[in-house]
């Protein structure tokens, strides 16, 4: 039996083009930079089977190879316009989290302040990551507090902590998700699963900050893990 279609939810082209208007709003050159590195994939190709003699080969190559290299810049540029519009935001850090593939868990906001700075947890092969967001000074000492409690339940997993931003020593809201990928695999699935499960029981330090929370804001998928 065919899944009934959700009316509200967009089709493919429509999100294409939503995605390339907030790509031109962000970077003016943003699409004329996809048509020209599709068109020149296929040039380049074509000028290759000219010399080799395999002309209407090289077109049906050159065709697939341009698709394939204009939506790799496509992509590129989205996530980028994408980062643009989340940074500087509440969450901004756990929306770029939650757009991350592989067998990851993250929990937003598990501590904050009354300055809306935020503490995520994030569940993974490396073990249990900790991803704040705000200044450095103030930070820092949530990101302690989280580490020590974590830590009394999970005492065999190691536990990162992360500061994600723009100061001395924080990773930037771009380099977020690449950054958590170069982290060494210290589980494997089971153990990862099992970690998932044993802070699922853990109470909930603080509600969620009131605040504006990124909404309906889908990243790019990152890297799957390998």
């Known amino acids: 039996m065919a899944k009934p279609v959700d009316p509200e939810k967009p089709g493919r082209i429509k999100q294409l083009r939503m995605i390339a208007k907030i790509i031109q709003q962000a970077n003016p050159k943003g699409m004329p930079i996809v048509f020209l590195s599709a068109v020149a994939t296929l040039a380049v190709v074509i000028v290759i089977g000219l010399v080799t003699d395999y002309f209407w080969y090289s077109i049906v190559i050159g065709i697939m190879l341009a698709f394939t290299v204009g939506l790799v810049v496509f992509g590129q540029l989205a996530q980028r316009a994408q980062y643009r519009m989340l940074d500087g935001q509440t969450g901004a850090a756990a929306a770029v989290l939650q757009g991350m593939r592989g067998n990851w868990e993250v929990t937003p906001a598990i501590a904050a302040n009354r300055d809306q700075d935020l503490v995520h ?6 073990g249990i990551v900790l991803v704040s967001e705000g200044p450095g000074n103030r930070v820092q000492k949530m990101l302690v507090g989280e580490k020590k409690r974590l830590q009394r339940v999970v005492m065999d997993v190691p536990v990162y902590d992360i500061q994600c931003g723009d100061g ?3 990773i930037p809201l771009g380099k977020l998700q690449r950054h958590l990928m170069k982290l060494p695999r210290n589980l494997k699935k ?14 909930k330090n603080l509600p969620m900050p ?17």
């Open 121 to 126: 947890l994030v569940v993974g092969f490396p």
């Open 168 to 170: 001395e020593g924080q």
């Open 190 to 203: 089971p153990a990862v699963n099992q970690v998932k499960d044993r802070l699922r029981s853990l109470p």
């Open 210 to 226: 009131k605040g504006p929370m990124p909404k309906g804001t889908r990243m790019p998928r990152g890297p799957k893990m390998r």
